[in-house]
């Protein structure tokens, strides 16, 4: 069986060796907000694959692209709102009927709806992305 790559088992040392960092830099990034790693009881950072290929795109960025490490918390808050922002999109794809057109709208109580043809909606979990392709 396969480890979960958002499993945290990765003491800051070894995980700084991974990255290719020193421990104190992961400490800044943890303490900036960039990477947050699991916490143990004692409070020791434990940090997950995932954590690691973050920080080597962290890294990548600063070195290879020169963004300063604003720039890297801007772009990394951008990625995960457009990953939530797909993630929505499949949602709502899903909740349309197969080979009917997909016509979402927002509903009395700013839900997300569907509309599976004119005039009726099936209303859906709470959201807050409304897709609208008009009729051409």
Known sequence: MAASPDRPV???SVAAELAGMHPQTLREYDRLGLVSPA????RGR??????IEQLREIQRLSQE????LA?????????????????EVE?????????????????PQGDVV??????????????????WRPAP
């Open 91 to 107: 949602r709502l794809a899903l909740l349309a009927e197969p080979g009917r057109h997909r016509i979402f709208a927002a509903g």
């Open 114 to 131: 569907v509309t599976t043809r004119r005039g009726t909606r099936r209303e859906t979990q709470s959201g807050t992305l409304v897709v």
């Open 71 to 87: 720039g890297i918390r801007r772009i990394l808050a951008l990625e995960r709102a457009l990953g939530e922002a797909l993630r």
């Open 46 to 51: 434990r940090y997950s694959m995932r954590d």
């Open 65 to 68: 692209e020169g963004i300063n």
């Open 39 to 42: 916490r143990t009881a004692g």
């Open 10 to 12: 990765y003491l800051i």
